[in-house]
Structure formats: structure tokens, C-alpha cells
């Protein structure tokens, strides 16, 4: 790729996330997860955690949103619903990958029944480690997918 | 009516202000294995023990998959003179391979 293309492509990421990071839609797609880090998601939108205060939300419908939470190690079953789904939301869109069966496979990836990590299907955007992460993790992993941690000590 | 009013409002904000301020776990939060391989023989027992495979002996010294740990303990139990769970949990990461972590030999 040569620098200007490059450039361009730097440019309109910085333009994305600077959208992004005013409102981020959020859906959460359960690729074949233990719901362990349902629950944390869950908790996200709470009194305590309150992710509504950066302006993100968690939206019914692939095509309301802008970014895919995705948890579990895909499974044979679930693979082309997330495809589906991905193909669903609109462009400019972003996947994070959530918890370590979504990171790789976890404890599950030799299972007959799972295909994978979800890298292995769709593009990744940022890696949250945990067995579940704690709501601040995932609030911490997002930031890192929409580029905002390192700004964050203001 | 007055009095439920009051309580109610009386409560104020009840939201942790992460990531404004710095957030500690409670005790028995664990979080991310913290190694010092001072006087690591490399037994490899940690590694053999960790049921999700995070663990390897690697030239470098051990490296643990954060992509791939669940945060059991199980290696800190096995081996508790390296190993132990600290209260890590602000591990995420753009790309796959940033998350393997790797503890110098001693």
C-alpha cells in the first residue's frame, strides 16, 4: 500500500472514531458463549457502570449499530448468523472481540462443536482478555478499539 | 411521600468514575498471573497444569496467553514460589499477539 493511500486510510479512521467516540451504537452477539460475559455486559448499562455517560448504547438490532460485541468461541451453529450479521451493520463498522473463548478459542477451541476464535471469521478490531472481564475491562477494551485509552488521563 | 422523596434522592451518584479515576478491585478480585522467575528450574509444571493451555516455556523465559487464560489460578496454586494472581484487569488490546505476555527467566 503505498504512503498516500496509507494516509487516506489513517485519515478516515481518525474521522471515524472521532464520531465513534461521541456515540457508539453497541450490539452484542452471543456466538456461542457460557452468557458469563452477557452478565458483564449486562451490568454495563447499570447505575454503577453507566457506559450511557460516553455516549454508548446497546441497540437491538445489527443496523442500528456501529460496533459488534462479540462473546463466545463460534460455533458451527452460530457461524453464518454472525456473518450474517456482521454483513448487516452498516459501514463504517468496528468487531470486538470479548472474553477468551471470543479471543481464541478459550478453554473450548478443540471442541468438535466450535470453529474457532472469532479472528478466525471476522475482522478484529481489539481483544478483551478475561473469563469474564469486569465491566471496566470492557469499558477499557472498547476505548482501545475507538483509540480514546491513551487520551483518557486529561 | 416526603420521606421517600428524600431517600431516594438523597443517595447521589452512585456510578464509579472509571476510566476518570483509577479503579481497585475488591480483595478477592483475581486478575491477571504476575510471575518473577527468579530461581525458575523451568519443571514446566505450570505450564503442564494450566487447563486452558495459556502457559508455555518459551527461550525468553514463560509466556502466558492473555488471549486464552481464564483467570483461574490454577498456576499460582501449583507453583507458589514464582507465581501469583495479581489484580490486573486493564489488559485489552488491538492485536492478537500483543496479548502474549512474556516473563523474563530469572
Not at chain 1, 52 to 67: K, L, N, Q, T, W
Not at chain 1, 87 to 104: D, F, Y
Not at chain 2, 58 to 77: P, W
Request: charged share 25%; with cysteine.
Amino acid at each position: 500500500m503505498d504512503e498516500a493511500t496509507e494516509r487516506m486510510g489513517e485519515q478516515l479512521r481518525e474521522r471515524i472514531v472521532q464520531l465513534f467516540g461521541r456515540s457508539l451504537a453497541i450490539r452484542e452477539v452471543d456466538a456461542g458463549s457460557c452468557n458469563g460475559c452477557e452478565v458483564e455486559v449486562n451490568a454495563l448499562t447499570n447505575a454503577v457502570h453507566d457506559i450511557e455517560r460516553f455516549g454508548m448504547h446497546i441497540v437491538a438490532s445489527p443496523r442500528h449499530a456501529d460496533m459488534l460485541l462479540v462473546t463466545g468461541a463460534v460455533t458451527r451453529n452460530m457461524e453464518m448468523p454472525l456473518i450474517r450479521t456482521y454483513r448487516a451493520v452498516p459501514p463504517p463498522k468496528m468487531v470486538v472481540a470479548m472474553g477468551s473463548c471470543a479471543a481464541s478459542g478459550g478453554m473450548f477451541a478443540p471442541s468438535y462443536a466450535v470453529i474457532g476464535p472469532v479472528d478466525s471469521i471476522l475482522p478484529v478490531d481489539a481483544y478483551i482478555p478475561g473469563c469474564p472481564p469486569r465491566p471496566q475491562a470492557i469499558i477499557q477494551g472498547i476505548m482501545v478499539a475507538l483509540d480514546r485509552w491513551e487520551e483518557r488521563s486529561r | 411521600m416526603r420521606k421517600l422523596l428524600r431517600r431516594m434522592f438523597g443517595y447521589g451518584s452512585r456510578t464509579v468514575p472509571y476510566p476518570t479515576e483509577a479503579f481497585t478491585p475488591p480483595a478477592a478480585f483475581i486478575g491477571r498471573p504476575e510471575a518473577d522467575l527468579d530461581g525458575c528450574d523451568r519443571c514446566g509444571r505450570c505450564a503442564a497444569g494450566c487447563p486452558a493451555g495459556s502457559l508455555s516455556l518459551v527461550d525468553e523465559g514463560l509466556q502466558l496467553d492473555l488471549g486464552s487464560c481464564i483467570f483461574c489460578g490454577e498456576c499460582a496454586r501449583i507453583c507458589p514460589e514464582h507465581i501469583a494472581m495479581g489484580k490486573d484487569f486493564e489488559l485489552a488490546a488491538r492485536g492478537r499477539e500483543e496479548l502474549k505476555v512474556v516473563f523474563a527467566r530469572g
